[in-house]
């Protein structure tokens, strides 16, 4: 089942903050966040398995609550750079890999 | 790092034309290689799951037929899509991980334009 992204779209001015979140109706296995570049392929940010867990990649860090149905991609002080298309990725149990519909980020100078 | 090759880039050619996608590992050795397709301003959508050695895993709605994966090697995968039509013309994008709780790492992607 397709995991819920929002908003769907956002505008920063750079060095403003912004948080997308990803969220399924049912316990995951892990979930993955990619940002994509248009025309481009899809870049690995991060993967979070555990419920509770927290991770940093730079100003770009990720949440994945205790129920583990709920992920948050932090982006910190954006930069012109971070534009694209953020999409989670979400695993169920016994279920294969499903991409979210996506999160288009625009960084505006 | 973990660099995923994909060839062509583009391929542009007439209808009922076979056309063959080449997805290499090119540092490190894919348990599972991925086929997606994606259409302008959409999520990737995933086609099949391929595993080295056996045959791969279509999604719901994608015929086997037509789009035909051999996942010959550890590090090679192809999707070759038989007697192409307009509708047929779609980015597609191969990815690649070395287990199951792995990252997918993406090639560049292939722009296929069915005249």
């Known amino acids: 089942q397709q995991p819920v992204q929002s908003p769907q779209a956002v505008i920063l001015r750079e060095g403003e903050d912004a948080v997308i979140n990803c969220s399924s109706s049912?316990?995951?296995?892990?979930v993955h966040w990619y940002r994509q570049k248009h025309g481009e392929a899809p870049v690995f940010l991060m993967i979070?398995?555990?419920?509770?867990e927290q991770k940093g990649h730079e100003k770009i860090s990720a949440s994945f609550n205790e129920k583990k149905q709920q992920s948050s991609l932090y982006l910190t002080a954006s930069q012109l750079s971070y534009s694209g298309t953020y999409f989670c990725?979400?695993?169920?149990?016994?279920?294969?890999?499903?991409f979210g519909p996506g999160t288009r980020l625009s960084v505006l100078p | 790092g973990a660099v995923v090759s994909q060839h062509p880039s583009w391929v542009i050619c007439k209808s009922g034309t076979s056309v063959k996608i080449e997805c290499r590992s090119l540092?490190?050795?894919?348990?599972?290689m991925f086929w997606y397709r994606q259409f302008p301003k959409q999520s990737l959508m995933l086609m099949a799951t391929?595993?080295?050695?056996?045959?791969?895993?279509?999604e719901q709605g994608v015929e086997k037929d037509k789009f035909l994966i051999n996942h010959a090697s550890l590090t090679l995968s192809t999707l070759t899509v038989t007697s192409a039509h307009p509708e047929d013309s779609s980015f597609y994008i191969c990815?690649?991980?070395?287990?199951?709780?792995?990252?997918?790492?993406f090639g560049d992607g292939t722009r296929l334009s069915i005249l």
């Open positions: 540092d490190f050795q894919a348990t599972t």
């Open positions: 990725g979400t695993i169920e149990y016994g279920q294969n890999f499903v």
């Open positions: 990815s690649a991980r070395r287990g199951a709780n792995q990252p997918q790492h």
């Open positions: 979070l398995l555990k419920g509770g």
């Open positions: 049912k316990a995951l296995y892990s």
């Open positions: 391929s595993n080295e050695g056996s045959k791969a895993t279509y």
